[in-house]
């Protein structure tokens, strides 16, 4: 018996060390694989649209893999645009920039096991020149980024004013947004925000918002699946007919009986009641009728969730400085689960 207890205790021990080993080991191994660095790089190009530059990224890991994810086109503190990376570990924008000099970066934001990383800062120099008031579209990073089906995100829009000096009246910018996935749906609080002659293209930190250039509360709401609920309704056995009953009966026995009897008298006039009796039962079929019917032997129709999966959202703000219309857009990423 003292035997077999050694015996135990020692493959105890041995396992004992083996697991301990073991979770000393993983998390090593998961540091490095999480710790793992990415490079980033920017290429941007000017001189197609007026106000325009096209910005090139290109995400590897450090063996020169593609990287995935979500990459985020900055100037200074504000953002740009985001969108995600393609299977090649690359992604394009057309960012909308007011006439001047512009110093572009792109950010990305890392995944569960590469680091993120920032790349080199690119020069972009628009050729619009003049005074013609414009503005320029800029928007935080979802919160949370990623979505459950019936979740709803919030993101800040910001408008920055260039040249507003010149307007000669209030420049009001309506807000929208499109590639939307189904079942899904954005709001803007709100929807159309103002840009006056007075209006700052720049605000410190902590200063009040009348200081500061105007901004929207976006929502991104998603749909959960719904739930039929079937309505039982109880059999009525042996009821007599009621007036609305009759009110249905009384016309199409009138009917038949007419038809009876024009059939003898003439039969092109039998032809045309049978004809307008499958007029009447077929509106009817294909109306009221049948959609009650469903309604209450299956219940409402289930509502389907948001399809999951990566998905790039354009946010479009449009204007008029009185002279011609102005539109900006920028884009957002989003991920639904």
Partial sequence: MRRMNCRQSRLELVAGLGIAAVMLVLP???????????????????????????????????????????????????????????????????????????????????????????????????????????????????????????????????LTPVNNAALTAPMFVTLSCSNLPNEALCSFTPAELEIATNTPASCASGSPAAACPPTSSMVLQTQAPGTAVKLVVPAQPGRLPSRMDWAFLLPGVLGLGGLAWGTRRRRWLSRVLVL?????????????????????????????????????????????????AIQHSTTLAMTVQ
Wanted: hydrophobic share 35%; glycine share 10%.
């Fill in 276 to 324: 307008a009796a499958l007029g009447v039962v077929t509106v009817m079929g294909t109306t009221a009728c049948n959609p009650q019917w469903y309604y209450y032997n299956h219940g409402q129709p289930t509502n389907p969730p948001t399809p999951p999966g990566n998905y790039t959202v354009t946010v479009t703000a449009q204007a008029s400085n009185g002279i011609v």
């Fill in 28 to 158: 090593g191994a998961a540091a490095r694989a999480q710790s793992a660095s990415s490079e980033t790089t920017l290429a941007v190009t000017t001189g197609g649209a007026a106000g325009q530059a096209h910005a090139a990224v290109t995400v590897t890991d450090q063996s020169g893999a593609p990287a995935s994810g979500v990459v985020v086109i900055e100037e200074g503190n504000r953002q740009l645009a985001s969108m995600f990376l393609n299977n090649s570990g690359q992604a394009t924008a057309n960012i909308d920039l007011p006439a001047g000099a512009h110093s572009l970066r792109a950010v990305y934001e890392g995944s569960a096991t590469l680091r993120s990383s920032a790349s080199r800062v690119q020069p972009a120099t628009t050729t619009t020149t003049g005074t013609t008031p414009d503005f320029q579209i800029s928007i935080t990073a979802l919160q949370p980024s990623t979505l459950a089906a019936g979740a709803a995100g919030t993101a800040t829009v910001t």
